[in-house]
């Protein structure tokens, strides 16, 4: 049967650990942990539990989980958005798995349905979490530290000792101290508290706010974005309009209204590369000479473009992504008329520019006889033909020894049908190919300035020159400074979370039924580190230096000692605290 004695204590013992839990109270901005139940309150309750546990962290990290692998389909598997080309090819070589990607959205992951509501939620999630919290830290930098608890002993750090220094003198001393020390303090009763580390709490939310920054600037970019490539021969222009465009992708709210108006003209592509060594092959100079204006009527300027070093104009950038070359083509008919000049863009096949690809002559031919045909040549281009018994591949990539391999054909290309197709290849459904004397397929090896006569009087091929070409991208992405600028706060405001401890100091002094004042000094970190105790034992050095400590009872002044004391006697005297350790008290 528990005496009333019993019950003292255990009232004593309640009242301290309150008394301790509100010292510690406010450390963080985190919210309470609530036990978990169902809600007593229908459907307001119900609705309050569920934002409750939405806007929880380990919710926003199970969505953070979920958003990054929902990202991993979008990245193994075909997008519509971005190759629909190889979507199709990923249907007809997976008749089975093609369709259940299809009703799962993994044919366009980032718009689907279900990652949509992940990203939403998380976003949602991110904002009722990040508002409590400011709200909460605006309010505690607006308060004062709380006061100390009354037994700084049961403090995880803890040290005092005894000093004939007056207990305000002890008070002023320390709140200087800590002032000095970059602490918010103020006097609280018969004690100065303490707090410091408030910038843990502003990583912490500036990690999450920076998370929504990024978020914002991920989804502003995805549904604004463009990206369109081009082509250009040198001496060939170039103006941003979706017409003159060779591939062009945007997000879902793109509008043609939102491109930048601008036009370049490619003056000269230098390509230079090593010719000797390992490195053999291994481009040197890769840039493009521009002249370009901003708007309709901008003053025409002269800039040049390097890989990695795009041009900037608004929001778009132009950025030289590839090179090629171009051989130049004069095809006539039987009477010598000229029905087609012009550079034909070849399309690279290895690191030395084996080029292949295709000149169409769709209009004006005639045959010998007068009838109306089309024309088709396929080609092979050499920079470097490395010779007879060499295999039919560039031994370099610049223009050394360069070679054009013809095939000529003839009928109907294909082109008035309506089905669109490649301009780098030949569609040789209705084409016949000319034949040569052994009544093979008419094929020649042209240097430039030579010329390739079509039998039976049908015409000739002239390999004139080869100018060279460069292709373009030009993106837009709106919002990625913004997300530039996210990623590097969220990586600061983590570092200031996880590196800096808040924590807090009571310096209590008070005088004793002796008439010495006693000084308690107590810490408390929002986490168990050994920072805490050696920072309040560095603390309570400087302040025992302003207030030494005094003699224990019966053993006379430290300051003066018993005149009648021999050389040699052991008469104690005080010593300064020592560093505390943690969890341990120092007497």
């Known amino acids: 049967m528990k005496t009333s004695r019993d019950a003292a204590d255990a009232a004593a013992e309640r009242a301290d650990e309150q008394d301790l839990g509100a010292a510690g109270s406010q450390l963080s901005t985190a919210p309470q942990e609530e036990a978990a139940g169902v809600p007593a309150l229908g459907f307001v309750g119900w609705l309050r539990w569920f934002w409750r546990q939405l806007t929880s962290m380990r919710v926003a990290l199970l969505l953070l989980l979920l958003l990054s692998l929902g990202a991993i389909p979008g990245s193994l598997i075909p997008q519509t958005n971005v190759d629909a080309s190889k979507v199709a090819d990923f249907e007809n070589r997976h008749t089975f798995l093609a369709p259940v990607y299809d009703k799962l959205g993994l044919f366009h992951v980032y718009s689907s349905v279900w990652f949509s509501a992940i990203y939403i939620l998380l976003f949602v999630s991110l904002i009722g979490c990040i508002v409590p919290r400011t709200w909460q830290f605006v309010g505690q930098l607006r308060g004062r530290p709380p006061g100390a608890p009354r037994r700084l002993t049961r403090l995880p750090a803890y040290t005092s000792w005894r000093t004939t220094a007056e207990p305000e003198q002890v008070r002023e001393a320390a709140l200087e101290l800590l002032r000095r020390r970059r602490f918010r303090a103020h006097l609280a009763g018969d004690a100065v508290a303490?707090?410091?580390?408030?910038?843990?709490?502003?990583?912490?939310?500036?990690?999450?706010?920076?998370?929504i920054v990024m978020l914002t600037a991920f989804a502003w970019g995805q549904l604004y974005k463009s990206e369109g490539d081009k082509l250009i021969v040198e001496g060939g222009g170039f103006s941003n309009t979706l017409t003159q465009y060779?591939?062009?992708?945007?997000?879902?709210?793109?509008?043609?209204?939102?491109?930048?108006?601008?036009?370049?003209?490619?003056?000269?592509?230098?390509?230079?590369?090593?010719?000797?060594?390992?490195?053999?092959?291994?481009?040197?100079?890769?840039?493009?000479?521009?002249?370009?204006?901003?708007?309709?009527?901008?003053?025409?300027?002269?800039?040049?473009?390097?890989?990695?070093?795009?041009?900037?104009?608004?929001?778009?950038?132009?950025?030289?992504v590839s090179h090629g070359y171009a051989p130049v083509l004069t095809v006539r008919d039987g009477r010598g008329k000229v029905v087609y000049s012009d550079a034909v863009p070849l399309l690279p096949l290895d690191a030395n520019v084996t080029s292949t690809g295709a000149a169409k002559v769709m209009d004006g031919y005639r045959d010998a006889r007068g009838v109306k045909e089309q024309l088709g040549f396929q080609a092979a281009f050499l920079p470097t033909y490395g010779g007879a018994n060499s295999a039919v591949v560039s031994q370099f990539p610049a223009l050394l020894n360069p070679v054009l391999n013809l095939a000529a054909y003839h009928g109907d290309l294909g082109v008035d049908s309506g089905i669109p197709q490649s301009v780098y290849q030949l569609d040789k459904t209705n084409l016949k190919g000319f034949k040569d004397s052994k009544g093979q397929q008419l094929r020649a090896n042209l240097k430039p300035g030579e010329t390739m006569k079509l039998p039976g009087g049908a015409g000739s091929v002239t390999f004139?020159?080869?100018?060279?070409?460069?292709?373009?991208?030009?993106?837009?992405?709106?919002?990625?400074?913004?997300?530039?600028?996210?990623?590097?706060?969220?990586?600061?405001?983590?570092?200031?979370?996880?590196?800096?401890?808040?924590?807090?100091?009571?310096?209590?002094?008070?005088?004793?039924?002796?008439?010495?004042?006693?000084?308690?000094?107590?810490?408390?970190?929002?986490?168990?580190?050994?920072?805490?105790?050696?920072?309040?034992?560095?603390?309570?050095?400087?302040?025992?230096?302003?207030?030494?400590?005094?003699?224990e009872p019966g053993t006379g002044s430290s300051d003066s000692p018993d005149p009648a004391s021999e050389p040699g006697d052991d008469t104690p005297v005080p010593e300064p605290p020592v560093a505390p350790s943690e969890g341990a008290e120092t007497k």
Do not use: C
């Open 194 to 211: 303490a707090e410091k580390g408030y910038v843990r709490e502003v990583g912490n939310l500036a990690f999450h706010i920076a998370l």
């Open 246 to 320: 060779d591939d062009f992708k945007s997000g879902s709210l793109f509008s043609q209204d939102d491109l930048d108006p601008f036009s370049f003209t490619l003056k000269k592509f230098t390509g230079t590369y090593e010719l000797t060594g390992p490195n053999r092959g291994t481009p040197r100079t890769f840039q493009a000479d521009l002249a370009y204006s901003e708007g309709a009527y901008g003053k025409r300027k002269r800039t040049t473009i390097k890989v990695n070093e795009p041009l900037r104009i608004g929001d778009s950038k132009v950025y030289l």
């Open 464 to 551: 004139d020159k080869v100018e060279e070409w460069a292709g373009f991208q030009v993106t837009r992405q709106p919002g990625s400074g913004w997300a530039l600028g996210g990623a590097v706060t969220a990586i600061f405001g983590l570092a200031g979370s996880l590196f800096i401890q808040r924590r807090r100091v009571w310096v209590r002094a008070v005088r004793g039924a002796d008439g010495v004042t006693l000084v308690e000094m107590g810490g408390l970190g929002r986490s168990e580190s050994a920072k805490v105790p050696e920072e309040l034992g560095d603390l309570a050095g400087i302040l025992y230096d302003q207030a030494p400590g005094a003699p």
